[in-house]
Each structure stands twice: as C-alpha cells, then as structure tokens.
C-alpha cells in the first residue's frame, strides 16, 4: 500500500509547515523577508528558476515556492520547531532537524501530507486519516460505521485563516496557477 508504507520526499509540498511555524511565531503574509542566494556551510539552496526576486512578502514567497525564503525562515524559528509543527499536524515519520527540512528533504508517506494538509482545510482541526466509513452486508444492514475522533483544534483560526490567503495565493499568482480548473 504505496499510500501508507511507501516514503518519498515531499519537497515544496513541506513548505507550508515552515510557513505555519513562522506564521504562529508572529509574523504574517504581509511580513517581508529577502530572495537572495543563501550559504550554510558548503550548501547552497536555490530557487527552482535560479531567479532571485529581492524583498518578497511571505504570501509571494509561498506562492512562488521560494527556497532560499524557506530556507531562511526555518534557520530564524530553527528546524526544531518546524519539525514539531510537522508532527503536530499529523507527519508521524522521523525528519531530521536540519536547515535542509525547509526544502522537504525528510521522507514521508503519502497519507501523512495528506492528513497533515487537513487541518488547513478543516479550519485548524487534528484529524486522523482512514479508508473505511462504513461496512454493510450484502442487505444493507450496517456492519461497520467509522466514530471520528474528536482530535481537537491544533491550528488557532487566525493562523489557519493567514495560511490559507497565503496557500490561495499559490493558485492565483504562483507554481499551482495552471491547476485552477474554471
């Protein structure tokens, strides 16, 4: 089952973790950071283009998948607490607490992005990811009905509410622009 055993890196599809880490550190969509070449130790992380934009706002760093932004934000809160807010919204796999987390290097399953992407949708509510809702026999009687637990609120209003302006923004004006379907 590819979706649940089968680890792959997540690239950019990790970023909104740095960004929410950032986001609940008090900053915001509005709050400036610079797109320039970056050096730590002998890595050199670059945007995907090799352009470089100069002072961006997070929400243009996010939509435009900026990896020296992220980069630079995961060194200011420190991988630690990215990893942590990773955990807490759902990724169970090992990350390593490295400046390279930023860019998604740590591997994941599939169902655990999905489950961690959640919450942004839900409203900032934990979740945990299934397949089966409902089980009936062959007369429709009911075998099986799935009780969600409630999990609890793990993303405060305000901050789901600024990550979802910033991850709209993707579709609008950034990387995902081609996936707006009319």
Known sequence: NRAVAAKRQPGSAFKPFVYLTAIERGLTPETVREDKPIEIKDWRPENYNHEYFGPVTLRRALALSLNT???RLT??????PVMRTAHRLG???KLNPNASIALGTSEVSVIEIVGAYAPFANGGLAVAPHVVER???LDGKLLYQRTP???GRI???RAVAMMNVMMQETLLTGTARKADIP
């Open 155 to 157: 993303i405060e209003p």
């Open 75 to 80: 060194l200011e809160s420190g991988p630690t």
């Open 135 to 137: 089980v009936r026999s």
């Open 149 to 151: 637990p409630n999990l």
């Open 69 to 71: 932004v992220s980069v």
């Open 91 to 93: 990724i169970a796999s």
